[in-house]
Structure formats: C-alpha cells, structure tokens
Nanobody, 115 residues
Framework: QVQFVESGGGLVQPGGSLRLSCAAS????????LGWYRQPPGKERELVAS???????TYTDSGKGRFIISRDNIKNMLYLEMNGLKPEDTALYYC?????????WGQGTQVTVSS
C-alpha cells in the first residue's frame, strides 16, 4: 500500500505555469510506471502523462508539448511541470501508478486556469 499526496495547484492566468508535486509514503522505485491524471469539472478522470522507472516519459494529447513529467526515486517524488496553461487544463490533478490503482487515489490538487 502507498499513499500519494499532491500539492502545487492554484489559480493561474492563461499562458502561465505551475509545478505540481506528488509525495509518496513509501519507495516509488517498486512501481515501474507512475502517472499524472486529471479530472476536469463534470468529466471523467484521464491520464495526462506517465513515466517509467528508467524510461522516457509519455504524454497524452492533452499534455504533449506543454507538460513535463519527472520522478525522483530517491526522494519518492513525482512532478508535473505545466507550461502554456489553458482554461481547458482546469481540473483536479492526481498522481497514481499506471495503470491506476483505485486504492491509491489521493485528494488531488486543484488547478484553475482563468483570467
């Protein structure tokens, strides 16, 4: 079992940037793939980006070219750097393993993009 705690969200203007952090309660090295997910208002939760233990990151269309996912296996942290934010990026952002484990969802961190 592991607990993930997300932070770093907030209100940002269109075009702005945010860096999200996810702290794990135990070693993340045991997890091959970790991912960032988001749930926009009134929509289903979706994968945004994922990163394997030692491989290249993978992005869905929603984050490609604007988001950067990274992981620190020593500090047990996962990060998501988001640039060029758009109003449609407004969502509750979560981290989890990939594929997602229903027992690992945290509270998420809210990102609101608005002028």
């Amino acid at each position: 079992q592991v607990q993930f705690v997300e932070s770093g969200g907030g209100l940002v203007q269109p075009g702005g940037s945010l860096r999200l952090s996810c702290a794990a309660s135990r070693s993340i090295f045991r997890f091959n793939i970790l991912g960032w997910y988001r749930q926009p208002p009134g929509k289903e939760r979706e994968l945004v980006a994922s990163r394997s233990r030692g491989g290249d990151p993978t992005y869905t269309d929603s984050g490609k070219g604007r988001f950067i996912i990274s992981r620190d296996n020593i500090k047990n942290m996962l990060y998501l750097e988001m640039n060029g934010l758009k109003p449609e990026d407004t969502a509750l952002y979560y981290c989890n393993v990939y594929p997602a484990n229903e027992n690992y969802w945290g509270q998420g961190t809210q990102v609101t993009v608005s002028s």
